[in-house]
C-alpha cells in the first residue's frame, strides 16, 4: 500500500483527503501535519476525523510527518509551502501541490524545487476540468478570434482566493492562442470591450463546491462548456490518483494533465 502524508489534515480539504485515503485499499495514511502551534497537534488523527483511531499523531513538525511518506498530499496555504517544500527535498518525497491562490515568488520555489524531486501542480485534480480545459482550448482555436471568451466560477464563500487556480489555469491555457490575452487590466463598463481578452467573473455564496464555465460569445450564438463539481471528495480522490500515479516518476514538474494522459 502506498502511504500518503496530508499536509493541511485539519482543513477542509485535508479532513476529506485523510477519510477517502480510509477509504481506499491502495493506499494509507503515513503523516498528518498542521500549522504550527494548532491545538489539534498532538491528537490521533483517525481519531480526529471520527473514524477511530489510526495511531498517528497530528503533527506540527514536517520533519516527523514526512518521515514515514511514500508520497506527501498538500492541502494548506500557500503561505505554508516553502517550509514544506524544503523538508520534501530534504527528505527526497514525491509531492502533490493542491494548493491555489500562490503568489509569483512561490511559484518560483516550486519551478526550483522540481528540479529536486518529482513535484505534481494542480490547483484541480478532477478528470472533468482536465476535460474542460482541452476542450476549451479546443473551442477557442476553432472559432478564432471573432468570438469573445468569458470564464465564469461560483465557488463557496469559504473560498480565499479570486480568482480560483482553475480558471487562472483555464486563462493561461487560452493565453497561449494568439487572439487572446490574459491578465489585461480591468476595462471600464461604458466603454466596449477590447477584443481578444479573456475576461474572469467570480461568484462566491455558500456551500457550492465549485463552477466553472467556459463561455464563447459569437454574433449569431453562444458556445457554454460547463463543469460542475459536486462534492469536494472529487478533489481528494484525484489527489490520491496523483500520488500514486507520481510515486515512482523522475524528478520534474506535473500537472493532471499527465495522470489522465491529456498532454496539451
Ligand atoms: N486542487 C484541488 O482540486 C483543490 C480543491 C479544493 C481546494 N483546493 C485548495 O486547497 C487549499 C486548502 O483548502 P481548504 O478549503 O481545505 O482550506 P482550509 O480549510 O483553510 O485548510 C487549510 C489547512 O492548512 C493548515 N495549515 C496552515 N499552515 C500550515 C502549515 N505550515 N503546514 C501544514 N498545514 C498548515 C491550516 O491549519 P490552521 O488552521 O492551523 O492554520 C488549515 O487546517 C486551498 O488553497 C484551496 O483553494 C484545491
Known amino acids: 500500500m502506498l502511504k500518503l502524508t496530508v499536509i493541511g ?5 485535508g479532513q476529506i483527503t485523510l477519510k477517502e485515503i480510509n477509504q481506499n485499499p491502495e493506499v494509507e495514511v503515513a503523516g498528518a ?12 488523527v483517525g481519531t480526529f476525523i471520527g473514524e477511530g483511531p489510526f495511531n ?23 503561505e505554508a509551502i516553502e517550509r514544506n517544500l524544503d523538508e520534501a527535498i530534504e527528505q527526497q518525497k514525491p509531492y502533490v501541490i493542491c494548493i491555489t491562490g500562490l503568489q509569483a515568488s512561490q511559484q518560483k520555489k516550486i519551478e526550483k524545487t522540481a528540479s529536486h524531486i518529482p513535484l505534481l501542480l494542480s490547483p484541480n485534480t478532477s478528470l472533468g476540468i482536465a476535460v474542460l480545459k482541452r476542450l476549451a482550448l ?17 465557488h463557496h464563500h469559504h473560498k480565499r482566493d479570486a480568482p480560483s487556480g482553475t480558471s487562472l489555469s483555464i486563462a493561461n491555457d487560452l493565453a497561449r492562442l494568439n487572439h487572446l490575452k490574459h491578465n489585461v ?10 477584443a481578444g481578452t479573456i475576461e474572469c467573473v ?63
Open 56 to 78: 498517528i499523531l497530528i503533527t506540527d513538525s514536517p520533519q516527523k510527518a514526512l518521515s514515514n511518506a511514500d508520497v506527501v498530499i498538500d492541502f494548506s496555504r500557500p
Open 138 to 154: 479546443l473551442a477557442a482555436q476553432m472559432l478564432g478570434p471573432s468570438y469573445d471568451v468569458s470564464l465564469l466560477e461560483m
Open 9 to 13: 489534515c485539519t482543513g477542509r480539504m
Open 33 to 44: 501535519l498542521t500549522g504550527p502551534g494548532n491545538l489539534f497537534a498532538g491528537q490521533d
Open 202 to 264: 467570480v461568484l462566491r455564496g455558500g456551500n457550492l463546491t465549485g463552477d466553472h464555465s467556459v463561455i464563447l460569445s459569437g454574433e449569431k450564438e453562444v458556445l457554454t462548456l460547463q463543469h460542475r463539481a459536486l462534492n469536494p471528495s472529487l478533489f481528494a480522490q484525484g489527489a490520491i490518483k496523483a500520488a500514486q500515479w507520481l510515486y515512482g516518476k523522475p524528478r520534474g514538474l506535473y500537472t493532471m494533465d499527465d495522470v489522465v494522459e491529456l498532454a496539451l
Open 185 to 194: 487590466p480591468p476595462y471600464s463598463p461604458l466603454s466596449p470591450r477590447p
